[in-house]
């Protein structure tokens, strides 16, 4: 990822290729877009995709409670993400 402010490449947004080019915040900033593999998921795979698509989920449904979000939060280290936190803890959980 780069990020270009210069005359050149200041205004310019789209693909070429295999770059992308995106403007944030008044930056342009250039990424390569990710290799997509087409290749099928093994069961453990899917099964770990799962895992964590529902470890979100709930962790999205606990920041939405203002009551379990503050009981949450008092267990949360400092400076951590509470999000992190909770997707990391419904994981250990499942």
């Given amino acids: 990822m780069a990020i270009c402010q210069g005359p050149l490449l200041g205004h310019i947004s789209g693909k070429y290729g295999a770059t992308s080019f995106r403007r944030y915040w008044g930056k342009t900033v250039i990424i390569t877009i990710p290799f997509v593999n087409k290749r099928r998921m093994t069961v453990k795979q899917k099964a770990h995709q799962k895992r964590f698509e529902e470890a979100t989920l709930k962790a999205r449904l606990i920041l939405h409670n203002k009551a ?27």
């Fill in 68 to 94: 379990q979000r503050k009981e949450w939060k008092k267990k949360c280290p400092h400076g951590r993400s509470l999000f992190n936190f909770l997707v990391k803890e419904m994981m250990r959980e499942s």
